[in-house]
């Protein structure tokens, strides 16, 4: 186990998050499928979006909004075949997310009738 920073946080410098983006994330982010980024333990949703946003500044205000932090309106979360798109940033993702064997899905909601 890594000891914990002065902050507290346990940092897993060995350990990286897969994130997966919707495809007009992707475009205006200018990269191609899936984001790998460094993990801090305890990861958790906020953790895995300030990580894409310190990565990637342009997408800061596309999934959460900019001053409240809060999930964008048809912007969905998923993990591990669950849906975590009303769970508090502080939620704590499922183990084979913070160690890298499942991607957090960044998922544009379908809105139609």
Known sequence: ?????????????????????????????????????????PVTIGSVLDAVE?????????IRDHDAGA????????????DFSLDPPGTRLPEPVADGREPFLIVGAIAGG
């Open 1 to 41: 186990m890594t000891p914990p920073t002065a902050d507290g946080a346990e940092t897993r410098e060995d350990t990286r998050v897969r994130v997966v983006l919707p495809g007009h994330l992707c475009v205006l982010a200018d990269v191609d499928g899936e984001l790998t980024l460094p993990a801090i333990a």
């Open 54 to 62: 310190e990565a990637y500044p342009v997408l800061r205000g596309a």
């Open 71 to 82: 999930r964008r309106p048809y912007v969905r979360y998923f993990a591990c075949e669950q």
